[in-house]
């Protein structure tokens, strides 16, 4: 059904538009040329499990390309989406010295992707950014769409930027040496883009569940992710600041956002919480559109990602408190997203707490 | 020649068109209705200056309607454009808790501006900001147009965002308590902006000089000020991403930007460093167009800016080293706003070093 195509399009406004490549990084100098960027300096953003893998060989494609790399290593993991880490990075890039037009490359997953990209939002007022996604959830999802941010002590992404990046470089051999659990969290992204815009990447998901899971089979995944990816790409083409549309995105993150913050942040993963949350807004759905929605056969994939812990030992009044006070609310009003059909989703805040209960249960059964 | 209007409009892109009100702080909470926000909570950032006289008036002007202003005071002075500051104001923000919706209110000179619209444009990726300026370089520059941002150890205004305000809300009576030094810094941005782009201003400024240098005729800057701002607010309009037009706006600022960091920040104000460089201009326009430009007549008024530091004692290498590194060169040229006449200003790269020295050697003479 799928086809692996070499380069999806993101079309914005105000010719802003740019493409995802699906090519090797060893094309990034030759990409980099093609969306108009002049060689010069460059800075290069990765962490030290990305960095590790792939920082020699991109510094090297670079720098014989007549680019001259600066490449900074960050730590892994969330905690470098922070001020201190930011400010590092600008310490570091200013002092080395750069101009309007020096692009910075973000070059691993979300992490990585965001704190560069926000660094690019905000050095001069906005240099060029080209993101180099390296796990699943940067592929699929935070590579696109030019949220870009750090976290601050109060919650997640609480400041950023929108900043659009020139090019997308997606080398999806890089996901070779993702580690498994990486992989699965990731997958939540990819089912949720399925389940609330494409039914026929679902039927692919459904059909190949336990090779998709896994990510061992490279022809699958090749064409899993791009089709993923456009999902994200058009709904941010029509949504770009996300005033409309844009938030059926957040399909299942009303609870996962709960989840996390009352289980401690990191206990379950975001893909975890995820495939939770989409449980619970599955169930909703299927309460009110009993006859469009068929919930058993999109259960099944959802519970296809491996849950390390186990949440119905979390507290549902906490849960719900923690709704309540979700940042993407508008006044009190509690905002989820629910499926209209296999592949079509709409937002809504009216949800009675009986009902919110219900769908707590059967999300939290095995 | 000049009417006193009520309000001016910036015409930008996408429905983002903005109005400068002319009117009391008072009238505040009635703007914000008119532009669509709805009250509930709001923050107003002010400075210890200017929150001493005009914080207890405006809290009290929007509790009388309902909002729930939440007042932050940061210190006075270009110290206050930075990181940790920035930090301050995210801490308390965030503590005390917005949404997408809470508008900022920056009720100050430039520092203040610049500052609090950068928090407001990168707190959940931007909020609402209200410029409420009350110096006269705010008044004419920097509350419009939609550069905010913060210093960096290793120069000026590097780190920032575009973020247009809903509105300006311009009460000309805060500049009653402005201090004099302030005021004279401020005119020379209001000079510039008639000798770049307002001929009739520039009649004006000359016929009411010693009036409007020492600010003290209400009806004169009445009218002298509104007509500086739509200079700023037009060429913003044209070009709101500084990449053409907008560029005419920093006429004498690339000699203003040395001298500013080769004297060490803080020595010139501002104001005189803008009014030696754009003798400096002056003269190379003149050289180039000997018949289209009134030199005396402009060199006057450039000269009435008082200088309180002595610009020759300057070594001009040092000068002509620190242009060659402003961060708003392309490559290795430097780029010099010249005019063609009295009223109308364009870039170029192509100056020589001698006419350069020539223009050093005028624009420092007494
Ligand atoms: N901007 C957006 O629109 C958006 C969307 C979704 C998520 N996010 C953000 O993304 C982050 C999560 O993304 P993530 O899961 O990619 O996190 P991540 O960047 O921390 O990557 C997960 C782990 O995998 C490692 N890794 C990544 N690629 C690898 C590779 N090819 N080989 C070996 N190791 C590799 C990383 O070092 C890290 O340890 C969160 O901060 C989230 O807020 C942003
Ligand atoms: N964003 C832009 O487009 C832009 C344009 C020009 C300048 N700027 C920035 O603006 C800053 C300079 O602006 P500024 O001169 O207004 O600086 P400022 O905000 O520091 O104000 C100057 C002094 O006047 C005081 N003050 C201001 N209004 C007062 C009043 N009504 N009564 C009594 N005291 C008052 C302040 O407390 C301060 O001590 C610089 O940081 C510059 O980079 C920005």
């Known amino acids: 059904m799928i086809d692996t195509p070499s380069s999806v399009s993101v079309p914005l406004k105000r010719g802003r538009d740019y493409a995802i490549r699906y090519t090797s990084l060893r094309d990034l100098p030759g990409i980099l040329h093609d969306v108009g960027l002049r060689t010069g300096k460059c800075v290069v953003v ?13 510094r090297t494609a670079l720098s014989s390309a007549g680019w001259i790399p600066h490449v900074i290593t960050v730590p892994p993991g969330e905690k470098s989406k922070s001020a201190d880490q930011l400010q590092v990075l600008y310490d570091d890039i200013l002092e080395w010295g750069i101009d ?169 993963t975001h893909g975890e919480a995820v495939a939770i949350g989409m449980r619970a807004a599955l169930f909703l759905s299927a309460q009110r559109n009993t006859q469009a929605i068929p919930r058993e056969n999109i259960d099944y994939v959802l519970r296809a990602i491996p849950q390390q812990h186990d949440p119905s030992e979390l ?19 509690v905002r989820f997203v629910l499926l209209d059909r296999l592949g079509q989703a709409y937002v809504t805040g009216d949800i009675s707490d009986a009902a919110l209960r219900q769908a707590w249960d059967f999300a939290t059964r095995p």
Chains 1, 2 share one sequence.
């Open 100 to 268: 309007r037009d020096t692009p910075v490359i973000a070059l691993g997953g979300g992490v990585v992707g965001d704190l560069a990209g926000y660094a690019a939002a905000t050095l001069l007022r906005g240099v060029p950014v080209v993101q180099c996604p390296t796990s699943l959830i940067a592929h699929v999802d935070s590579a696109l769409g030019g949220k870009t941010g750090i976290n601050h002590a109060t919650g997640k992404n609480l400041i950023g930027a929108f900043h659009q990046p020139n090019v997308v470089v997606a080398d999806l051999d890089t996901l070779g040496t993702l580690p498994q659990r990486e992989w699965t969290s990731g997958m939540a992204e990819v089912i949720k883009h399925a389940v609330i815009a494409d039914a026929d990447l679902f039927s692919f998901i459904e059909e190949h569940l336990v090779d998709v899971m896994t990510g061992r089979r490279r022809d699958l995944i090749h064409k899993m992710i791009p089709r993923a990816a456009k999902v994200k790409a058009e709904i941010v083409a029509e949504d770009e600041k996300e005033s409309g549309r844009r938030a059926i995105l957040n399909f299942g993150h009303t609870f996962a956002h709960a989840i996390e913050s009352v289980a401690g942040y990191g206990t379950f």
């Open 46 to 58: 990765t962490d030290e499990n990305v960095g590790a893998q792939y920082r020699s060989p991109v």
């Open 315 to 333: 507290d549902w009044q906490d849960v719900r408190r923690a709704m309540q006070s979700d940042k993407k609310n508008k006044g009190d009003v």
